[in-house]
């Protein structure tokens, strides 16, 4: 099993729910509970350096606010990074910063483009990426399976929705992980402000070159529409492509990961989902669940108000947390357990309400590609060494994870 130090409800006047090692280096599980069940408004104090922010973490508390951009807007910034230091700059132009009639208008756009019958081919060049990543790993018998398998995949869909160049996507998947700054203990937001800007720079260049050139990828169609009946201007272009990458390429790739170590540390549901007792598209909702691969989202209240009963101020940076609401006790029947087969299942993996993720129906075709792939094609998997977490207070997951496999 992956063992890491229990941090006990006793420790929690000493912590900080920002700092990305908390989350990559110990188990917070009865922090959370504590949390549920004695102070589901808890306020993280602030620091030297950052301000103080709320902590919300009962399943009903946490879609309340998700539902209500009014009263909560994501215009301050949607993760705790951005929000403690103070503001998004892409903020009212790239769609999970932008509230209101904004927000619904370029959200119509972009939806024509991720509907489950627009991403049919996509989604049948990811199963068909699946088949063969794991067909070169069982020929191989051993594989980091984050790196050479979850990390090829959703960086490849997302290219092919936006048009990028084969020979640019290896380039682009590196400048997202430092963007994100989530596979180095030690990368600074120096080098992550660096990457976010080359990789706005490359999405310019394309959508220039897009204007021009009459294609018909995502960049196309962003440069062809109109908001609120304004054309999109060059930087909100490369704002929305740049938020496609950062919101679906780790968080899938997480997941994917996550599901191989789910499946290795779960005997038991390995052999339900192989004699197929457990569906395909269940199993995908549990994984999600069980990955939460988004630990929580931000917003800024707009006004004086309450959560959950409790009064919130307006300027209040407010933080809602899926790595608590998927295990609450009172939505989730013995939310510990991994079952693939769990019905219903009302995780928040994806948010909630009107910033309810926009490529969850891709998301789940992946995911669900590599458990049918796992299932078909796979008999066996032994771990070799270490899965290395990722270090971030927002991604949650491996970024490696060496593995054998056996063909079935
Ligand atoms: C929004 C999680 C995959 C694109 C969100 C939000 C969450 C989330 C929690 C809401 C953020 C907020 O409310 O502030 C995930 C997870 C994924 C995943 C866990 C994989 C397992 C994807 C993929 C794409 C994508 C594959 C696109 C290729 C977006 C976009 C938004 C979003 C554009 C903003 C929607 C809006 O504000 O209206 N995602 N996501 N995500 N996601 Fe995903």
């Not at 729910?17 to 009865?30: F, G, I, K, V």
Request: net charge negative.
């Amino acid at each position: 099993m992956t063992t890491r130090r229990t941090i006990a409800p006793e420790e929690l006047d000493t912590l900080d729910l920002a700092d990305p090692r908390l989350h990559a280096e110990t188990d917070l599980s009865a922090v959370w509970r504590h949390l549920r069940q004695r102070r589901p408004v808890h306020l993280n104090p602030a620091t030297d350096t950052a301000p103080a922010f709320w902590v919300v973490t009962r399943h009903a508390d946490v879609t309340a606010v998700y539902r209500d951009s009014a009263r909560f807007t994501s215009e301050g910034g949607n993760v705790l990074e951005t929000l403690l230091a103070g503001g998004d700059t892409a903020a009212g132009r790239m769609l999970p910063v932008t509230d209101g009639d904004k927000h619904a208008g370029l959200r119509r756009v972009l939806m024509s483009a991720f509907s489950p019958r627009a991403l049919e081919p996509i989604v049948a060049s990811v199963r068909r990426t699946v088949q063969r990543l794991l067909a070169e790993a069982l020929d191989k018998g051993s594989c980091d399976f984050a790196s050479d398998v979850a990390a090829r995949i959703p960086l490849g869909a997302i290219c092919d929705l936006l048009g990028v160049p084969d020979h640019d996507r290896a380039h682009v998947l590196s400048l997202t992980s430092a963007a994100l700054g989530s596979h180095d203990a030690d990368s600074t937001p120096a080098d992550a402000w660096i990457a976010r800007n080359e990789i706005l720079l490359y999405f310019a260049e394309l959508a220039r070159d897009r204007r021009e050139s009459g294609h018909s990828d995502v960049i196309a169609l962003l440069a062809g529409s109109e908001v609120n009946g304004l054309p999109l201007d060059d930087d909100e272009i490369m704002l929305n492509c740049y938020s496609l990458i950062l919101g679906g390429d780790e968080t899938a790739r997480l997941s994917m990961a996550g599901a191989a170590l789910a499946l290795l540390e779960h005997p038991g549901q390995w052999q339900a989902l192989k004699r197929g007792d457990a569906p395909i598209g269940t199993a995908v909702e549990e994984i999600l669940r069980w990955t939460t691969p988004a630990l929580h989202a931000g917003r800024t209240a707009t006004t004086d108000t309450e959560i959950g009963g409790h009064p919130v101020r307006a300027g209040d940076i407010v933080t809602v947390w899926n790595a608590s609401a998927n295990h609450d006790e009172l939505v989730f029947d013995a939310p510990g357990e991994l079952r693939l087969d769990r019905t219903p299942n009302k995780h928040v993996t994806f948010a909630h309400g009107p910033h309810f993720c926009l490529g969850a129906h891709l998301a789940r075709a992946e995911l669900g590609a590599v458990l049918a792939g796992l299932r078909d094609l796979v008999a066996e998997m032994e771990r070799t060494g270490p899965a290395r977490p990722v270090h971030s207070n927002f991604l949650s997951g491996f970024g490696a994870l060496p593995l054998t496999l056996k063909a079935a």
